[in-house]
């Protein structure tokens, strides 16, 4: 059986086959590469910090409370200190409302106390308390990403 294409001047099917198989080993090669490489990089993503300034001291006058709509939580002042409770609802994440006994959620009714403890839900956890310190510039600073146990306040 003749093994060539009937093209003298053409390639042979024997030629062909290892060209094929010799792209076929550098591809794969390849491949195996790029996967070692990728593996070898961790998957970590950073992320954003979440602490920000709310200003100084002297901003939250003993009594007060502060809503800071874009960052979602509520700086309260009292004769113990400050302290910052998240405005997001541990329901579905809507943002509550400030009333008398505590905190609202417009969405689907669920009510925590002053300190955010549940009331009623459907929420299934208490709105959470943030930490709060001071900049070496003697503002205040929150960090939404450090949640603290629930009565626990920032003398100034
Ligand atoms: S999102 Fe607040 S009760 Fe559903």
Redesign the pocket.
Known sequence: MDDKTGDKEGITRRGFLGMASLWAVILSSLTLLAGIFRMSKADVYYEKSRRFKIGRPENFPVGTVKKLDDKRVFIFSDNDGLYAVSSV??????I?NAVDWGFQ??????KFNRDGRVIS???PRNLPWFKISRHVDGSLVVDAGREIRTGTKFRV
């Open positions: 609802c541990t329901h579905l994440g809507c509550v959620c417009p969405c689907h009714g669920s839900g459907p929420a």
